[in-house]
């Protein structure tokens, strides 16, 4: 069965502290993989993705994530954090169309940055 | 990345009385568009697939009667919500499929008083 799993559902970290934050996926066919970032009251924006080749997948706002396939995961790191992360981070998968069209999403992790 | 828009970004309604979501895609035909509800604090939940020129797949408990979902053209899908009560009230998000992405509109706000 397709599915996302987010380990932790809420993270406290100082600002200036290295985060990361787990993702594992299960998923019958080749992964395309979505991390996204929600603000309060606010739609999904896109921080990274990874569809193939170089396991290390570069975002915005100086986010990255490594796909780990022996692992099933994909794990958001930034090295330091900033008061303005503070958001919800939701891990998504899905796959080429031809395998499906839904998207599968993990809970979400809450992210709170302590000054 | 592609646009999707949808209107309106907040909207109140009475209880009993229908509301009408608009999801647009900018810059792309989708023929694929998803319906999403969020409610606090909690993750997406998808409501339903709509496929352009065809009737829209629910998932297992939505009812689709209530939550009418039209896709007419290859960049708008609409959602009404019929008969409105109190416990509709949540955050819609809509999502249009490219071939490899999708991509999110900013949200709906309804609230039924």
């Known amino acids: 069965a397709q599915s996302v799993t987010q380990p932790d559902i809420h993270i406290t970290v100082s600002e200036g502290a290295s985060l990361e934050l787990r993702c594992n996926y299960s998923?019958?066919?080749?992964?395309?993989l979505f991390w996204y970032v929600q603000s309060p009251g606010q739609g999904l924006q896109l921080l990274l993705k990874?569809?193939?080749?170089?396991?290390l997948v570069q975002g915005i706002k100086g986010f990255e994530a490594e796909f780990k396939r022996s692992q099933s995961s994909f794990n958001l790191r930034k090295p330091s954090v900033h008061w303005s992360d503070a958001a919800e981070y939701f891990c998504?998968?899905?796959?080429?169309?031809?395998?499906?069209?839904?998207?599968?999403f993990g809970t979400g992790t809450s992210l709170t940055v302590i000054p | 990345g592609a646009v999707v828009s949808q209107h309106p970004s907040w909207v109140i309604c009475k209880s009993g009385t229908s509301v009408k979501i608009e999801c647009r895609s900018l810059?792309?035909?989708?023929?694929?568009m998803f319906w999403y509800r969020q409610f606090p604090k909690q993750s997406l939940m998808l409501m339903a697939t709509?496929?352009?020129?065809?009737?829209?797949?629910?998932e297992q408990g939505v009812e689709k009667d209530k939550f009418l979902i039209n896709h007419a053209s290859l960049t708008l899908s609409t959602l009404t919500v019929t008969s409105a009560h109190p416990e509709d009230s949540s955050f819609y998000i809509c999502?249009?499929?490219?071939?490899?992405?999708?991509?999110f509109g900013p949200g709906t706000r309804l609230t039924v008083t």
């Open positions: 999502s249009a499929r490219s071939v490899r992405e999708q991509y």
């Open positions: 998923y019958g066919a080749t992964p395309y």
């Open positions: 990874y569809f193939s080749g170089d396991t």
């Open positions: 998504a998968v899905g796959g080429p169309t031809n395998t499906g069209n839904q998207f599968y």
């Open positions: 810059d792309f035909q989708a023929t694929t």
């Open positions: 709509s496929n352009e020129g065809s009737k829209a797949t629910y």
